[in-house]
């Protein structure tokens, strides 16, 4: 069985912080590219950041720059999102992925999807 598995979504008011977290089962996640995307009601699936496998190098999304910081613990087998500063705009569900890393990740070339977890950014 291969899976990813999000948690640490809920409901956090503007401004605020959330800390997203994707644990790995069935594969070794460092061994792969791994990106976080979002899709908001009636948008499009996009990519949010990414870390790649090789080096370490991260990317991020113009949207999200300077404000989220994507992470790897290999010891616990896990991806981390930590999301500061954060606006409705950034109401989405989140997903963890694995299977791709670049300037601007694409949900088509992802080989492996988590079930998604919901951010809510509200007053």
């Known amino acids: 069985q291969v899976q990813l598995v999000e948690s640490g979504g809920g409901l956090v008011q503007p401004g605020g912080s959330l800390r997203l977290s994707c644990a790995a089962s069935?594969?070794?996640?460092?061994?792969?590219?791994t990106a976080w995307f979002r899709q908001g009601p009636g948008k499009e699936r996009e990519g949010v950041s990414c870390?790649?496998?090789?080096?370490?190098?991260?990317y991020y999304a113009d949207s999200v720059k300077g404000r989220f910081t994507i992470s790897r613990d290999n010891a616990k087998n896990t991806m981390s999102l930590q999301m500061n500063s954060l606006k409705p705009e950034d109401t989405s569900v989140y997903f963890c992925?694995?299977?791709?890393?670049?300037?601007?990740?694409?949900?088509?070339?992802?080989?492996?999807w988590g079930q998604g977890t919901q951010v809510t950014v509200s007053s």
């Open positions: 992925a694995a299977g791709v890393c670049s300037k601007s990740p694409r949900p088509e070339e992802v080989g492996s």
């Open positions: 870390i790649r496998s090789r080096d370490g190098s991260t």
């Open positions: 069935g594969f070794t996640l460092d061994y792969y590219d």
